[in-house]
């Protein structure tokens, strides 16, 4: 019994190409929806038509046999298997640089130190270093025993013995009693030589300032600043009412206040010797009158009034920084005149500096006025 003729069917309903024997089979059905795969078409036609053969002269050209519409079929769907590669390409390019995007955002900002952070972090640094070594050197003065040995620890050195050596046994000179706990410090380097500023605390509660230079390598205490040195005994001075005897002090000085309103034609200060505390104060010396005209008017004149406008400002600066509103450090040089009539007065000769250093610390704080 011979096979029967098979023939490749399109199926209108699944878009499929399949085999079934020729004729079609009057209630045949697609082998991939199981449906009819023909609509609105006559089956007894269909069934009548001749078999397709393939041929050189047919074959390929669209449209002519069923083998061309297979061939069209996987043209078309490597034409869709393109797009959907390209498709799948272009998500993938795109997903990746949102992931991309999104992980960026998710780093966190790094930001880089502005130059007052650098400049703040540098000085804390300088600052750390220089205090240690600073504090150092001021331990082995306080142990050192004799006028000698202390002078290998100050500014100027050996020609400091003397004045050590005469300045021991002054009432005027306290110890400080340790342990000692640091209060504030501060570096500058804008003065004659770099220096650190200390407010240091003993045992007994009482605070000390020590200022501390840098010579080259070595760091020397400024003596004549921590004991507030000067040319003279202040009491000593004020009791001889000696003419023609000028003498130079480390001194506290406060203006008289004048009656409001009126124009200030002269001066009126008040001297004080000042102990090693900070801001402790004692004997003052009689009214001092700086006329207007006087070299010295302007410059102590626009510093009190510097002064008074800073009394609630919070205190930058170490040394000073526990003084009393309204008094000024200065080094001046003193002495005795006689008036026309009368008794003697005290009279301001030079106004050696606004501080007590030993060493310029810049000229914002120094002065050589003399009259």
Known sequence: MSEPNIQLYHCSKCNSVFKAPVPFPSAG???????????EQ???SISQMKKVMDSDVSHGVPGH?????????????????????????????????????????????????????????????????????AFKVFNKFMLAGDAS??????IGGV???LNIEQKKDSVDILVPRPPLRLLANSYSDDGELPRVE?????????????????????????????????????????????????KEFRLYVRRRHMVSGREREKLQLIFYRPKMVPGERTQESPSVEVAK???FFAQLEAAFNENLSKKNDVQTDVVG???????????????????????????????????WLELDPGTASTSQTKE
């Open 29 to 39: 059905v697609c082998a991939h929806c199981e449906r009819s795969p023909f609509s």
């Open 42 to 44: 006559d089956f007894n």
């Open 65 to 133: 046999d069923v083998a061309d519409f297979v061939s069209m079929q996987k043209v078309k769907r490597q034409r869709q298997g393109k797009w959907a590669i390209v498709l799948w390409v272009s998500l993938l390019v795109v997903g990746g640089g949102v992931v991309f995007y999104n992980r960026e955002i998710e780093k966190p900002i790094v930001e880089e130190p502005s130059e007052f952070v650098k400049q703040e972090s540098k000085y804390q640094e300088t600052l750390a270093q220089s205090s240690g070594e």
């Open 149 to 154: 040995e202390k002078s290998e620890y100050v």
């Open 159 to 161: 020609r400091k013995i």
């Open 198 to 246: 200390f407010i240091l605390e003993d045992k007994g509660g009482r605070r000390f300032e020590v200022v501390m230079w840098k010579d080259g390598s070595k760091w020397l205490l400024d003596w004549e600043q921590y004991v507030r040195y000067a040319q003279d005994n202040w009491s000593r001075f004020l009791a001889s009412e000696r003419i023609g005897n000028p």
């Open 293 to 295: 005209k006087s070299p």
């Open 321 to 355: 920084r526990l003084d009393t509103a309204g008094l000024l450090r200065v080094k001046v040089i003193l002495d005795w005149q006689q008036e026309s009539e009368g008794e003697p007065i005290v009279v301001l000769k030079a106004l050696t500096a606004m501080h």
